[in-house]
């Protein structure tokens, strides 16, 4: 009887590694997605959305496009902040610093701001000296 038993584990075990092995080889010899199971089964017919008697044309939307806000940030340039963006970012560490931090002074700086606040929208940390 633990004879069958254990051979009934390894069998299963080895299909489902079989099992697993296929799916991972036809994910990657299918160039095109698997497509999404269609509710209720084996449905045929497919809606195409219509598009809205009332719904505005291209050129309506594009004359009511506000126009672009002023940059967030700037690249320094040799090396300085330009006039007006003051905040110093260190991309690889994740930190900004505000005149009259620690260490402003000796960080050279990735990025620019001209607020802490743009910083701490673009996921930077304050430094905390």
């Known amino acids: 009887m633990r004879c069958w038993l254990r051979r009934l584990c390894w069998l299963t ?4 590694a079989g099992a697993g092995a296929y799916t991972v080889w036809l994910r990657r010899n299918t160039s095109a997605p698997a ?5 209720p089964p084996f ?6 959305p219509q598009p809205a008697a009332d719904a505005p044309t ?4 594009e004359a009511s496009t506000p126009a672009a806000p002023p940059a967030r940030w700037m690249a320094p340039v040799d090396g ?7 905040v110093k970012v260190n991309d690889s560490s994740g930190i900004y610093h505000v005149p009259g931090g620690r ?10 701001y001209a607020g802490a606040d743009d910083a ?7 430094a905390k000296a």
């Open 35 to 39: 497509a999404e199971p269609v509710w």
């Open 80 to 86: 300085r902040c330009p006039e007006g963006y003051t």
């Open 120 to 126: 701490l929208a673009d996921g930077y940390r304050p």
């Open 103 to 112: 260490f402003y002074e000796r960080t050279t700086p990735d990025r620019c």
């Open 58 to 61: 291209a050129k309506a939307t």
């Open 43 to 48: 449905a045929t017919t497919t809606q195409t």
């Open 13 to 16: 075990l080895l299909a489902g």
